[in-house]
Nanobody
Framework: QVQLVESGGGLVQAGGSLRLSCAASGRTFSTYAMGWFRQAPGKEREFVAAINRSGYTTYYADSVKGRFTISRDNAKNTVYLQMNDLKPEDTAVYYC????????????????WGQGTQVTVSS
């Protein structure tokens, strides 16, 4: 089973930036489209962004479009989320996950999640 380890979270003031990383174990990382998700306290986990296997196609939730950028480095088995102009409503635990098919990344059910990384944005 692929293991996912998220990192890079922290406490930042509104308007600030953070870069999250998700390192995946296993040799099949490049065959998966990947996505970022987040879960705020008392809320359901929600889709944030996704990227295809090659890294050339991306899409975003409307709430982060224009502020967040997803990217990947297949040589390092890592997917990134650059978050700029952070807002208090971005406060959440952030997770990554993936699927073989890009269009399924944001909508499928996942059996496994990593531990996530906490992002806290103060106003």
């Amino acid at each position: 089973q692929v293991q996912l380890v998220e990192s890079g979270g922290g406490l930042v003031q509104a308007g600030g930036s953070l870069r999250l990383s998700c390192a995946a174990s296993g040799r099949t990382f490049s065959t998966y489209a990947m996505g970022w998700f987040r879960q705020a306290p008392g809320k359901e986990r929600e889709f944030v962004a996704a990227i295809n296997r090659s890294g050339y196609t991306t899409y975003y939730a409307d709430s982060v479009k224009g502020r967040f950028t997803i990217s990947r480095d297949n040589a390092k088995n890592t997917v990134y989320l650059q978050m700029n102009d952070l807002k208090p409503e971005d406060t959440a635990v952030y997770y990554c996950n993936g699927d073989k098919i890009l269009s399924r990344v944001g909508v499928r059910e996942y059996d496994y999640w990593g531990q996530g990384t906490q992002v806290t944005v103060s106003s």
